[in-house]
Each structure stands twice: as structure tokens, then as C-alpha cells.
């Protein structure tokens, strides 16, 4: 055995073994033979530089994990991106040169990521994870499960989305398609943009990918995420929510044609758009980590990342600005006449729209506890198991003010799903520089996913996971850092109310790239208010209003949620007629109220989220006083919404 291990090609460079030595300790050859069969690698040998200058192989004193290519130089497959033996360093130096050399804390950060549930790119052996940097290539290393399962179900899901529009295409009328080929308008341009893709390019790099020997690394993707984003960015920054209503305005242009078979067109228009939302919310965000791994010299979040690296995506799939799909400029005007200054309104008010809003609340969640908030219920066992929380939720105590925010963050998101159905119309003259509703849509749900999870959730896990361990944690300087970090945050992003008494002079930095979310909530009670009141003014006549196109058409949910099975229930949604309770403008009206519940939570000194001390972040065990991680969930939320609305139709 010893003569064998001798007679192997060296390797190593001289010295390489000696740097490795250190760092994990002196091992003699059988405990290297023990952890090479542990780990999955072999035993190698490193180069001796010999008296006459030459290297020779030296017996092996360390231990690393080594790819094997089972493509030799006479039958591997024709693809720049093929791997082949490590032996063979024209690929290492294309390894080298196709993925971007960056900062190692830059890569931790999107290794992490690509770690994550939500992404679920590489494996997370958790508290493991140090294993893999013994190994070769063993942060790189991609889930086979990643290749093999969800890049083939993104491949069909595209190619279905492909088909459905070219299929709307040729169910048009002749004159129809004479607009489509030579229109200007912005739907003709998309049919004209989507009909145009091929898979070819995508279906390529998938078998190029297929074809190299296991394990695939970040650098083998390369090739596929540029085919398989190249189409899709085309499209992407026309606005990802309009997308579905230009769907939407080409059926409705399509069923006007007498011959037209409206059926077969509503089933089509419903599956594109439904395959959009996969593409979006699927394909171009879950691949994200990859794409800024290979293009961004900055870890950007989703999807900041798209509008701040625009310039860095389309050199590296190869797109140029004229080749994208854009939203039209909007025609300059005029300043307006400047007005009298209005006396400025104070954010958060209470009034009878934050009552209202309360009430609604109680009716869609009963015994939730949104009617006595000022004793701060804990809201964690009614809401974790229809919204299914990422962890750091679980942590919050019923007294911190973040519970209840994000609770009502996470109902508006369902709200604004049925909202992006509305078709909201800009006023002549609006500041292009002030916020927008199509913003607030696009952005909303980052507020949880990213700014609370990310600036929050995850440094909170961090401090209590270090008191439960240690018990003076919370008094040491590190324990009052981290502690005045958080409130920092709180007040940041969310709670611009919150008055503490920092522990420490060190302020944190504001890593949010989003507008502080009191600003946001401010602007869109501010923007519904003024449609409802339009809405009102019409509503026994159902006539026009300016700022929304469709007011009195039934609202529609793409995808049902918790909120749309309620509503459907309140507002009888089974009512298709005109004479329907389920229309835009009241889900605008609820929605409305449900802001200012928000608005009045976080913007109002007097509200309840500012009397307790905020100091108060964390669950508390009654036994040992330790952090409390869980508690029991409810079960009966769906029995308790029944038993309302039966006992307010008995009353009736």
C-alpha cells in the first residue's frame, strides 16, 4: 500500500501540504487514510523541489477531497462549459476566468444565501458546514436535487409560458395578427418579444450540464443561467406586475371578434398569466444568487438587486438597453401653479377608518385579538400556521410592537395581491421622483422577506440563541451591542416612534434598501383614501373615476390566499352580476382600512405599540426565565371564521 500511494502523480505544489498541517494539526498517514475515506476524498502527494531545481512527488501527509471525470479527451462533448479531469488545467484556468474573483466575505454572504430554505442551492449541513472547506471545490458544490429536479421544472414551466402566448397569437383574427407583427403599442411588442424565444440555447446548456460528471459546481452553471435569463430580462423590466394585465388587455381585444372562441381564450389568458407568476416568482428570483454570484461585485437583496446591477446583467447575459421591453416615458407637463400650503397632517391618526379597520380584522381572524391590541395579545399561535413565518417570528414577545407589524404586513401582502388586478392611473403632473402604488406593489413583500428577516429576525436569533447559552451574555458589552442594534433597526425601518436609551455609543448602520416602511404605509392611506372618496362620490351610478380605470369589476386573485377566501365569504364573490358586493372598489375600501390599522400601529406615538418598555424583544420562559423558543400553535382558525359568519347570519 505504501509503494502504491508512493507511485501517484504529485498533486500538490511544495509547501501546500505544510500551510494545511497547521491548520488542522499534525496527522500521521493513517489518521490522513481514516479522514479521506470520512470525508469522501483521497490521499495525495505534493512536489519536492530537489537540489537540481526539479520538483518530484512526495509520500502524502494531508488529506482533500478530489473530482474524477469519467469524459475522456476522445468522446467529451463539444460545450466550452464541459468539465473534465482536474488533470487538465486549461479547464481549472477557465474555472478561474469565468467566475469572478471576490471579497471571501462577499462570497460567505451568497453562499450563505444559496444555502438557505428559501433557495435551497447548495446543501446546509448546518453547524457541518466547516467540513467543506477540507474538501475540494466544497463550498461550490451544487445540490444534485437543484440540477437534476427544479432547473428541469423551470426548463417546462418557460417553455409552457412560450407556448400559451404563441398559442394566443395564432387564435387571433387575421386582422388582429397584422397588428401584432406591425403595432407599436406595448402589448404588440411583448407578444412580438415572447413569441420570439427559442429553448434551444436553454435546453443546451441543460445538456451540456447533464452530460458533466457529478458533482457540478457554481462555475459549471455559467453558461445556463445566462441562456435561461437572456430571454426573460427582455421582459423583466417592463414592470413584472404589469405583466399579467397586458395579458389580460390582449384577451380582452381578442373576445370582441365575433368568431372568437371567448372559452378556449379565458382558459389560455388565466394559464399565461399564471405561468408568468411562476417565471417570476420562481424562476428569476430562485436563480438570483446564482446570477450575482457570476455578474455583481456587491450582495444585493431580491429585487434590488435587478434595478441596482442593471448595467452588470445585461453585459453578462449579453443584452444591450434597446433590446429591452420598457415602460414609455411619461410626456413632460407643466409645473402647476403653486398652491397654498396645506396645515400638514399628522401620520397615524385614529379616527373611524383604523376602527373600521380593527373591526374588519376581528371579522376575518375572531378571537385573533386585534379588538384589545392594547394588551398586546400573542398573536403568534393564530397567525404561524396560516402564514408559515420564516424563524425568528417565533422569538418575538407579544409586547414587542414588530409581532403585531408583522402580522399586518403579512395580511396586506394578500390584500395587494387582488390589488395588482386594479388598474391604477397616474394623474397628469405626478412627481416622478415621489413614491408610486406600483412601487409599494412590486416592493411589499420585501419589507418581511428581506428588511425584517434579514436586518432583524436573524440577529435576534443570534442574541437570544447566546443568552439561552449564557446566561451573562445580555450584561456584556457585546449583549448591550447587540440588544441596542436591534432597536436601532426597529426604529430604522419600522417603529419611528420608539424611544430607548441606547447601551452603547456604536450606532448601526442603515443597510435597508427600501424606503423606511412608516413612510410607505403614510403614502398609501394617503393615495386609497382619495380613490375611495372617488369611488363614493359614484358609487350609486357607477360611474368613472379618474384614478382607477376598473373600479367596479369583480375583484380577481390570482392565486387564492387566506385573505380572498375570506373576502370571497363577507362579499359574497359567488355573485358574478353587476349588482356584486365583490368589486374592485370595495377591496380597495378594505384594504384601505387595514393600512390605516398599520398606519395608526406604527406612526402613532399614543398606539399601544409604544407603551411597553422596549426593552421587551424576546419570549421569556415562566421556568427558568430563559428564552422561550415555541409555543403552541392554533388549530381551530377556519371553525372560528365559520361560527361568525353563521352567528352574524343568524342576527340578520
Not at 226 to 236: E, F, G
Amino acid at each position: 500500500m505504501a509503494n502504491e500511494s508512493f507511485n501517484k502523480t504529485a498533486d500538490w505544489a511544495p509547501g501546500t501540504l505544510d500551510k494545511t498541517r497547521k491548520a488542522i494539526g499534525d496527522i500521521d498517514p493513517k489518521e490522513a487514510a481514516t479522514m479521506a475515506k470520512k470525508l469522501g476524498g483521497e490521499v495525495l502527494n505534493e512536489r519536492s523541489v530537489s537540489p537540481d531545481g526539479m520538483t518530484h512527488a512526495r509520500r502524502p501527509a494531508a488529506v482533500s477531497s478530489r473530482r474524477t471525470s469519467s469524459v475522456s479527451s476522445g468522446n467529451r462533448p463539444k460545450s466550452s462549459d464541459t468539465r473534465v479531469s482536474p488533470h487538465t488545467t486549461t479547464v481549472k484556468h477557465r474555472r478561474k476566468n469565468e467566475l469572478q474573483t471576490l471579497s471571501p466575505k462577499l462570497c460567505a454572504q451568497i453562499d450563505k444565501l444559496m444555502m438557505s430554505d428559501e433557495y435551497r442551492i447548495k446543501a446546509n449541513y448546518g453547524i457541518f458546514n466547516f467540513i467543506r472547506r477540507f474538501q475540494k471545490d466544497g463550498t461550490e458544490k451544487i445540490l444534485p436535487t437543484f440540477y437534476d429536479v427544479t432547473l428541469k421544472l423551470y426548463i417546462d414551466q418557460m417553455e409552457a409560458f412560450i407556448t400559451v402566448i404563441k398559442t394566443l397569437i395564432q387564435m387571433s383574427p387575421n386582422t388582429y395578427k397584422a397588428k401584432i407583427v406591425n403595432g407599436t403599442d406595448v402589448k404588440f411588442k411583448f407578444l412580438r418579444t415572447v413569441a420570439g424565444w427559442t429553448m434551444q440555447n436553454i435546453k443546451m446548456a441543460y445538456g451540456d450540464l447533464s452530460a458533466l460528471p457529478p458533482p457540478l459546481l457554481v462555475c459549471d452553471f455559467i453558461p445556463f443561467i445566462r441562456a435561461i435569463y437572456h430571454p426573460l430580462m427582455t421582459v423583466y423590466y417592463y414592470g413584472s406586475s404589469k405583466i399579467p394585465k397586458i395579458i389580460k388587455e390582449i384577451y380582452a381585444d381578442e373576445i370582441v371578434y365575433p368568431d372568437a372562441d371567448k372559452e378556449k381564450l379565458q382558459s389560455l389568458a388565466k394559464e399565461a398569466i399564471t405561468k408568468w407568476l411562476y417565471i417570476d416568482t420562481e424562476i428569476i428570483r430562485r436563480l438570483y444568487p446564482l446570477l450575482m454570484r457570476m455578474c455583481s461585485d456587491s450582495y444585493e437583496v431580491y429585487p434590488v438587486f435587478f434595478s441596482v446591477k442593471v448595467a452588470d446583467i445585461l453585459q453578462f447575459i449579453g443584452l444591450h438597453k434597446f433590446d429591452l421591453l420598457l415602460p414609455d416615458k411619461p410626456k413632460e407637463v407643466k409645473a402647476p401653479e403653486p398652491k397654498a400650503s396645506p396645515v400638514r397632517e399628522v401620520r397615524g391618526r385614529r379616527d373611524e377608518t383604523v376602527n373600521t379597520g380593527l373591526n374588519l380584522l376581528d371579522r376575518l381572524f375572531p378571537a385573533a385579538g386585534f379588538q384589545k391590541l392594547d394588551m398586546h395579545p400573542d398573536l403568534f399561535p393564530y397567525f404561524q400556521p396560516l402564514y408559515k413565518f420564516d424563524d425568528g417570528f417565533n422569538i418575538l414577545s407579544p409586547s414587542n410592537p414588530m409581532q403585531t407589524t408583522v402580522v399586518l404586513l403579512r395580511i396586506l401582502e394578500d390584500f395587494f395581491q387582488g390589488c395588482r388586478n386594479i388598474t391604477f392611473v397616474k394623474a397628469e403632473g405626478e412627481d416622478r421622483g415621489a413614491d408610486s402604488i406600483d412601487a409599494v406593489l412590486d416592493t411589499w413583500s420585501a419589507y418581511r422577506e428581506n428588511v425584517f428577516n434579514k436586518l432583524y429576525a436573524e440577529p435576534l436569533i443570534y442574541y437570544t440563541n447566546q443568552i439561552y447559552s449564557q446566561s451573562d451574555f445580555e450584561n456584556s458589552q457585546f449583549g448591550k451591542k447587540s440588544l441596542t442594534a436591534l432597536l436601532w433597526q426597529a426604529q430604522y425601518q419600522f417603529l419611528p416612534e420608539l424611544k430607548f436609551k441606547p447601551l452603547v455609543l456604536e450606532r448601526p448602520v442603515n443597510d435597508s434598501k427600501y424606503p423606511p416602511l412608516y413612510k410607505r404605509v403614510d403614502f398609501v392611506r394617503k393615495y386609497f383614501t382619495g380613490i375611495a372618496n372617488a369611488c363614493d362620490a359614484v358609487a350609486q351610478a357607477r360611474g368613472t373615476v379618474e384614478s382607477v380605470g376598473n373600479p367596479w369589476a369583480h375583484y380577481r386573485f390570482d392565486i387564492p390566499n387566506e385573505i380572498s377566501k375570506r373576502l370571497d365569504v363577507l362579499l359574497g364573490a359567488q355573485n358574478t352580476t353587476a349588482t356584486t358586493n365583490a368589486t374592485n372598489a370595495n377591496l380597495l375600501k378594505y384594504t384601505l382600512c387595514i393600512v390605516a390599522v398599520l398606519d395608526w400601529w406604527i406612526n402613532n406615538p399614543d398606539s399601544p405599540a409604544y407603551s411597553v418598555p422596549p426593552t421587551q424583544i424576546y419570549r421569556i420562559s415562566e421556568e427558568d426565565g430563559k428564552p422561550l423558543f415555541s409555543v403552541p400553535e392554533r388549530h381551530d382558525q377556519n371553525k372560528l371564521f365559520a361560527e361568525a359568519i353563521r352567528t352574524a347570519y343568524q342576527k340578520k
